[in-house]
């Protein structure tokens, strides 16, 4: 075919003047021979569509067939092509009958007239298509065949998408050439691309380097903004500086990929309230929420989009000025592949990441967790093993001030360094960064030090099946795996390096013992026996110990909130999470080597995640006693509490009534908390100005000592110790064996009951709250010997009033400044309680005062 023909097909199918680069237009026309097979790489963006489509459309009278990995993709393809007026169809399992029959014939005619023909690997499996491809072949009507985003024979064809692999055999009898299309292929992908596709007939490979010239790089951290979201918005408000005058769909616009459904959710609505117009995209919505989202950010309604990673492949939007990752990129890979959506149309534009230790730190655990149950089958090991090493080096190009940002992409492709000049941070001004990265490295030893870090919580975690999303999440684009070992060695190490470093920096000291690190973190330790822990099993780290412990509560609070039915459920997630301490304990204690502990864990693990597969509760779950709460803080009153009105609330509407329980500890807990809610409401009175005796009263509880005897006694009234203790436990005892009858009904129950399942959102859990504030309060209010006239005459009613605490102290909640969301939820039903006569202004400025007052809020924060 000659150039001339070439060049009239690219301008009057395709409406371009000329190719968008050299290689494109090499490739287009080493294709157009029709004789060798040709592997494309070249980068996001670079038109490599167009490398098979105009070759397909200049043959006339043949149909090339096109594999192509998702069905979205294939609808965007082929509604380009058609708006081009070029005959392209799909055959896959939503294809409607009539359509389908059409296309047959057409395909079994003498001249289709269909020149691309677009299938999922999986549909070439189907009889319906080797019959196809049989009458084809046969009748020499395929022009070439395709392999669209080749790297996925890689990436997927070893793991779960099988019918991958196979699509090198169907040219057994097939001689016409074979095009692979990829953007990532690093080398070890590109070799797997070839042997996998067997592309053995005279191969020819167009290739071009890595580097995007008009991508800037840099990295931000969360931890140390004043406000990452305002930073964020800040970014945005940058990068999208005024286009007047151009068409909407043409305007700038911007991609944030997040690591959960709930971070895509929480970030656009923040962005929403800051000015920015976003909105979220995740594979939990539903189909036509996610074309309709899709829709409108592409058509320039919404600039900023806030997605998982689901978004984005097949997405062709030229305009994109900036791509944000809020956390951490899988890999090298991915990074490259998602970030790359920006500057399409060649214009200088940026990519960043807002990194956050935590949100790594998490990854990391799924890692390890894949890896763990990837173990029996090599392949799926080793992918496992390469999604760690992958992981790693983002995370350390994140961590880290010593190379140009784009040489890990370089690196990645195989290819030499590129001369950046100033196309990332570091190498515009280094200096900068490594100052940054340092003041990182100490903010999460600050951090580590005052709350450990690894209890920190994580922020996917705040609204609820969060780590399971983001599992989820990770599992919906790839279910590699990955090595536990290595994250607890790295685990260890880092945590050493960092309090080295910062003990270092405050003490002048150049070293610190092993010792005196191990002391630090066993006193904030939650497992038991934390000073004894490498001693007791060598090489074991309290923070290998800490994360294992984090991820038995968290599968025990699935666990327990799936299979236990809602109104039998006592326990709250600090008794599941104490349940959790027993267990690691259990093993912990039997266990002498690292390897015995690591694989009893993961027995324990896996056995927890069967009982919630099959809907059982988890049998120690079943038995455990929570531990007597100590009555230390108003959370362990208010914890109480809430469990009193449940178990009343039950006793009473069970057949008869029992009576112990009714005047057990819970009942004295009760009398505590009016003792507490009493002195909550002496501390706002103070703050609302009421002098006199229960001003100075109030100052004489200021001495925290004083106020602990004090609950003490109005906990156990004027009782000697030893009574005391006996009623406690006699008490206990009876709870316990209530809660396992309880636990046995509901196992019966729950065979007949739906699961329910956990995607609850803020609105929904403040729905909650705000329920329970009104219960508890109405209770209580009876209690007081309150009249109905008394709650008639105050300013707000009680729910407005919960609504209200809870709007008010959301931010901060949103902001991290709570401890957790227990804390969050304790607080506000204090603040709820405490302020249940005062109306808005009042309340709002007591709240605000409260905010200024405490920068972070603790379950042991004094209202
Ligand atoms: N010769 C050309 N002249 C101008 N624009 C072109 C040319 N070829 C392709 N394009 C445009 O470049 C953009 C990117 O093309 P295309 O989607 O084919 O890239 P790609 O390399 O396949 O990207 P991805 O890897 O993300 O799928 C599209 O908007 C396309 O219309």
């Known amino acids: 075919m000659d150039e001339d023909a070439i060049l009239r097909g690219l301008k009057d199918t395709f409406k371009f003047d000329t190719f968008k680069s050299n290689l494109q237009k090499q490739a287009i026309e080493e294709i157009c021979k029709s004789k060798n097979d040709v592997l494309v790489s070249m980068p996001t963006g670079s038109g490599k569509s167009l490398c098979y489509q105009l070759p397909a459309v200049l043959h006339g009278d043949k149909t090339t067939i096109v594999f192509s990995p998702l069905l979205a993709l294939i ?44 299938v999922t690997p999986e549909q070439a499996a189907t009889n319906t298509f080797k019959n196809l ?6 009748f020499d009507k395929i022009a070439y065949i395709v392999v669209d985003e080749a790297h996925c024979v890689s990436q997927w064809g070893h793991d779960f998408r099988p019918d991958y692999l196979k699509l090198g055999l169907l040219r057994a009898n097939c001689s016409v050439p074979y095009l692979a299309l990829t953007a990532t292929a690093g080398a070890d992908v590109t070799k ?3 042997s996998s596709l067997n592309l053995t ?10 580097f995007r010239s008009n991508l800037f790089y840099d990295v931000f951290y969360q931890n140390m903004m004043e406000d990452p979201y305002i930073h964020l918005k800040m970014f945005i408000n940058k990068c999208l500086k005024d286009d007047d005058g151009v068409k909407k769909e043409d305007k700038a616009c911007g991609i944030v990929y997040c690591r959960t459904r709930e971070q895509t959710e929480v970030l656009a609505n923040k962005l929403s309230n800051l000015g920015v117009k976003t909105k979220c995209y995740h594979a939990g919505l539903k189909n036509k929420e996610r074309l309709q989202c899709q829709e409108d950010w592409q058509n320039g309604e919404y600039p900023v989009i806030c997605a998982t990673i689901s978004f984005g492949m097949g997405v062709d939007k030229s305009t994109v000025r900036f791509v944000v990752h809020w956390g951490v990129p899988k890999d090298p890979a991915s990074f490259y592949q998602e970030s790359g959506r920006a500057g399409r149309d060649g214009k200088p534009s940026r990519c960043r990441i807002y990194y956050s230790r935590t949100d790594a730190k998490a990854t990391e655990f799924h890692l390890a967790h894949d890896h763990s149950k990837a173990m029996d089958k090599e392949a799926r090991r080793i992918k496992a093993e390469n999604a760690i090493k992958g992981f790693k080096k983002v995370v350390e190009l994140c961590e880290n001030a010593n190379e140009c940002r784009h040489k890990l992409f370089s690196d990645h492709f195989g290819e030499p360094p590129p001369k950046c000049v100033d196309k990332c941070d570091i190498c515009k001004n280094k200096k900068a960064v490594e100052k940054m990265v340092e003041e990182f490295h100490a903010k999460c030893i600050e951090y580590s030090s005052k709350g450990f870090s690894l209890r920190g919580s994580d922020y996917a975690d705040m609204y609820g099946g969060g780590r399971k999303g983001a599992s989820d999440e990770y599992k919906e684009y790839d279910s590699e795996g990955c090595n536990g070992f290595e994250r607890e060695q790295q685990a260890k190490k880092e945590s050493n390096a960092l309090i080295q470093k910062q003990f270092a920096l405050r003490r002048g000291a150049q070293e610190v013992s092993q010792k005196t690190i191990e002391k630090l973190f066993s006193e904030r330790s939650r497992v038991s026996a934390a000073a004894s822990t490498s001693s007791k099993v060598k090489g074991l780290t309290l923070a290998t110990r800490e994360q294992y412990l984090s991820k038995i509560a968290e599968l025990l609070w699935d666990n327990y909130k ?3 039915d809602e109104e039998d459920q006592v326990m709250d997630k600090k008794d599941v999470e104490d349940c959790g301490v027993d267990m690691e304990y259990s093993v912990f204690t039997v266990n002498t080597t690292m390897t015995m502990y690591r694989n009893s864990i993961a027995k324990m693990i896996s056995a927890i995640k069967r009982c919630t597969g099959d809907r059982i509760v988890y049998e120690t779950l079943l038995t455990f006693t929570p531990k007597p709460a100590k009555y230390e803080t ?26 112990n329980r009714k005047s057990g500890a819970f009942q004295t807990a009760r009398q505590v908390l009016e003792g507490n809610g009493a002195r909550g409401q002496r501390k706002i009175d103070e703050f609302f100005g009421k002098n006199g005796s229960e001003e100075s009263e109030v100052k004489a509880d200021d001495n925290m000592g004083e106020k602990k005897n004090r609950d003490l006694k109005s906990l156990f009234g004027d009782e000697s110790e030893d009574e005391e203790a006996k009623k406690v436990d006699t008490n206990v005892e009876h709870d316990r064996k209530d809660r396992k009858r309880r636990h046995e009904d509901a196992k019966h129950k729950r065979q007949e009951k739906k699961q329910k399942t956990g995607e609850s959102s803020i609105d929904k859990e403040y729905e909650k709250f705000v329920e329970s504030v009104e219960s508890n309060g109405e209770k209580k209010s009876e209690q007081n010997g309150e009249s109905s006239n008394k709650i008639r ?5 009680k729910t407005e009033i919960g609504n209200l605490v809870v709007k008010l102290l959301t931010p901060a909640y949103v902001e991290r400044r709570f401890e957790s969301r227990d804390t969050f939820k304790s607080t506000a039903r204090n603040i709820s309680h405490a302020l249940i ?6 309340i709002k400025e007591y709240v605000e005062n409260f905010l200024k007052k405490n920068d972070e809020i603790t379950s042991q924060t004094v209202l």
């Not at 007939?201 to 890595?210: A, E, H, W």
């Open 562 to 564: 799936n299979c236990v």
């Open 133 to 138: 491809f049989e009458n084809l072949t046969k």
């Open 201 to 210: 007939n005279n191969l020819k490979v167009f290739k071009t380097s890595c």
């Open 634 to 659: 108003l959370g362990d009153l208010f914890r109480n509490i809430e469990k009193e009105h449940k178990s009343k609330d039950r006793t009473d509407s069970a057949e008869g009534v029992d009576v």
């Open 793 to 797: 005459r105050n300013k707000l009613k």
């Open 192 to 194: 797997d691309i070839i």
């Open 75 to 118: 609808k965007d393809q082929i509604d380009h092509l058609v708006a081009l007026k070029v005959r392209a169809a799909s055959l896959n399992s939503k294809t409607l009958k009539a359509e389908r029959d059409a296309l047959l014939s057409d395909l079994k005619s003498k001249k289709p007239a269909t020149r691309l023909l677009y």
């Open 837 to 842: 006569d005062k109306d808005e202004n009042e």
